[in-house]
Structure formats: structure tokens, C-alpha cells
């Protein structure tokens, strides 16, 4: 069964405390793995696709990284409004091709 | 400015009736989807439409209803036949299938 993993459940950070989200997945055939930032009571926000093991794309504070078995967002020099839940999704090969999501990490950066 | 809208942002339902949510995107894509989000789970699918006129069920479909008849519009309904309809709702859509989603900012129901 497809599945996705997100650990810690919640993560507090000091401001300027460098650390790592992790999304551990099991999928038949990985077509993409995605992550998202959700802020309380909003839609979740695109932040990255990665496609293939050893790939790694960048935004700002935030680099996602993917192996065959897992990906890593690192969070470098956080600020407080990086706080939100994080969320990552996998998609996987087949006729629906549809997103399975994790229950997300809830960062909290404290200033 | 391109994106998807979700209307309302709450939503009130007595037991036993029927409402409507609606999802309305103008980013020109082909296919429309329906999450629902509960604490401590993922968002799980109820629906997804890959073009106008099709749309397909979920993983949770039971007590859900949608249309496509429009390329920017895919309403939801809930029915009185959804035991537990009190959520999160999450509208998204993509230029097909096999291309990221983005979401609108929700719609919250709760029954009363």
C-alpha cells in the first residue's frame, strides 16, 4: 500500500536554528514528490517538486532534497514567519495518478 | 489575478441537509480536485475531474456528490448521507493530471 510518513509531528525552533523536516514514503512507482507550506485556516501553498533521487531544488531558507526512500526539507536560519505546517505528498504512477499525503509537520519558529 | 476561489469560507448545515460547496478557478486548467482535511490525517481524496463532463471518485466519495460542467467550475455537494461531514474542505485544480495542484483557501463545514 502507498503510503507517507512525516516526521516530527511538531518542531520548535529558535530563531536562526537550523533543522530538517523529514517525508519518508512507500509508493509502487514515484512519478513526484511534493511539498507545501499550509498556513492555520488557508489552503496549502506550492513550494517544490522533485522527480528523481538526487535531485534538489531551492527557495529562499528552504532546499528539498529526495532519495529513492525518503526527502528532507532543510530549513536554514528560520525565521518566525516560517512557522506553518508543512506538508508533503507523493504521487504516484498509475491511471489516477492522484497525491498521498503525509499528516504534516507543524514548525513553530520562535523569535 | 489567476487562482482558485472557494466560497464560502464557512459554512453552517443542520443534519439532514444537503449543501453545496463551490470551487471556482480561472488558471485554465483541465483538472479539478476535492480534499478533505481532518486533525491528525492527510487530506484524503473525495473526487476528481480530469475534463469537463468526467469525473471520477476517491478514496472517501461516499455521501459526496460533483459536476463538471463547466472547465472553472467543479462544485461539491455534501449529502445528508455523509455521516461525518464536519471538515475541512480543500478545492485544487492542475493542468492535468500529471502536474502539480494548487489549492484554494478552503471551506470549512460544520454541522450543527
Known amino acids: 500500500e502507498d503510503q507517507v510518513t512525516q516526521s516530527p509531528e511538531a518542531l520548535r525552533l529558535q530563531e536562526g536554528e537550523s533543522s530538517s523536516l523529514n517525508c519518508s514514503y512507500t509508493v509502487s512507482g514515484l512519478r513526484g514528490l511534493f511539498w507545501y507550506r499550509q498556513d492555520p485556516g488557508k489552503g496549502p501553498e506550492f513550494l517544490f517538486t522533485l522527480y528523481s533521487a538526487g535531485e534538489e531544488k531551492e527557495k529562499e531558507r528552504l532546499k528539498a532534497t529526495l532519495t529513492k526512500k525518503e526527502s528532507f526539507l532543510h530549513i536554514t536560519a528560520p525565521k518566525p514567519e516560517d512557522s506553518a505546517t508543512y506538508l508533503c505528498?507523493?504521487?504516484?504512477?498509475?491511471?489516477?495518478?492522484?497525491?498521498?499525503f503525509g499528516t504534516g509537520t507543524l514548525l513553530a519558529v520562535q523569535p | 489575478d489567476g487562482g482558485i476561489t472557494q466560497s464560502p469560507k464557512y459554512l453552517f448545515r443542520k443534519e439532514g441537509q444537503n449543501v453545496t460547496l463551490s470551487c471556482e478557478q480561472n488558471?485554465?486548467?483541465?483538472?479539478m480536485y476535492w480534499y478533505r482535511q481532518d486533525p491528525g490525517q492527510g487530506l484524503r481524496l473525495i473526487y476528481y475531474?480530469?475534463?469537463?463532463?468526467?469525473?471520477q471518485k476517491g478514496d472517501i466519495a461516499e455521501g459526496y456528490s460533483v459536476s463538471r460542467e463547466k472547465k472553472e467550475s467543479f462544485p461539491l455537494t455534501v449529502t445528508s448521507a455523509q455521516k461525518n461531514p464536519t471538515a475541512f474542505y480543500l478545492c485544487a485544480s492542475s493542468i492535468t493530471l500529471q502536474q502539480v495542484a494548487f489549492f484554494g483557501q478552503g471551506t470549512r463545514l460544520t454541522v450543527v
Open positions: 475531474s480530469q475534463i469537463v463532463n468526467d469525473f
Open positions: 488558471l485554465n486548467h483541465d483538472a
Open positions: 505528498a507523493v504521487q504516484a504512477s498509475g491511471a489516477t495518478n492522484k497525491l498521498i
